[in-house]
T-cell receptor, first 112, second 117 residues
Framework: GQQLNQSPQSMFIQEGEDVSMNCTSS?????WLWYKQDPGEGPVLLIA?????ELTSNGRLTAQFGITRKDSFLNISASIPSDVGIYFC????????????FGQGTRLTINP | EAGVAQSPRYKIIEKRQSVAFWCNPI?????LYWYQQILGQGPKLLIQ????????DSQLPKDRFSAERLKGVDSTLKIQPAKLEDSAVYLC???????????????FGPGTRLTVT
């Protein structure tokens, strides 16, 4: 089925460093969502993007909806230990209560 | 506002047995989703309900999986009989807020981790 390509698959960084990850697709999506999942928990919504070119921030997190509608980026500034987890991008082809297509996830590990 | 509730949190069964998972969505959310998340992968949609009607069940293995949302609120997902490859986390999500702004955003429950031995 439809798959989003998320990279990198894993990251090992030092506390305080900035983080960048991205998600690409061969298809156009009209909504991009970024989630974080901690072990044993469900994904938690971080940022939602609705318009091509949109840049949205949530604290130290910033995400962008690519102009081509085929990609999205998530940046985390000044990482802290609680940022550890798996980050998923998800896209919706049609805005509304339609199914999400998820990327494979980026596992973030932070060395204190 | 209470989040999406799921139970049980963990379940271990033998292959060929049956199992059921329960989900209660966020109050007022019309749309409910069941996802399967295999270890190391992103969630994959199994079935989507709008109120008590099925909108999308194209990826639901209907020979063994079934789901219902009889009163348009909580939902049950059943597997009968279970196979080894059904070992996964089963996530329930809901969307649709009366204010409209959050209409397109899905909120997930903690999931049920199923192990089939």
């Amino acid at each position: 089925g439809q798959q989003l390509n998320q990279s990198p698959q894993s990251m090992f960084i030092q506390e305080g460093e900035d983080v960048s990850m991205n998600c690409t697709s061969s298809s156009i999506f009209n909504t991009w969502l970024w989630y974080k999942q901690d072990p044993g928990e469900g994904p938690v919504l971080l940022i939602a993007l609705y318009k091509a070119g949109e840049l949205t921030s949530n604290g130290r997190l910033t995400a962008q909806f690519g102009i081509t509608r085929k990609d999205s980026f998530l940046n985390i500034s000044a990482s802290i230990p609680s940022d550890v987890g798996i980050y998923f991008c998800a896209g919706q082809k049609i805005q509304g209560a339609q199914k999400l297509v998820f990327g494979q996830g980026t596992r973030l590990t932070i060395n204190p | 506002e209470a989040g999406v509730a799921q139970s049980p949190r963990y379940k271990i069964i033998e292959k060929r047995q049956s199992v059921a998972f329960w989900c209660n969505p966020i109050s007022g959310h019309a749309t409910l989703y069941w996802y399967q998340q295999i270890l190391g992968q992103g969630p994959k949609l199994l079935i989507q309900f709008q109120n008590n009607g099925v909108v999308d069940d194209s990826q639901l293995p209907k020979d063994r999986f079934s789901a219902e949302r009889l009163k348009g609120v909580d939902s049950t997902l059943k597997i009968q009989p279970a196979k080894l490859e059904d070992s996964a986390v089963y996530l329930c999500a809901s969307s649709g807020d009366s204010t409209g702004f959050l209409l397109y955003e899905q909120y997930f429950g903690p999931g049920t981790r199923l192990t089939v031995t």
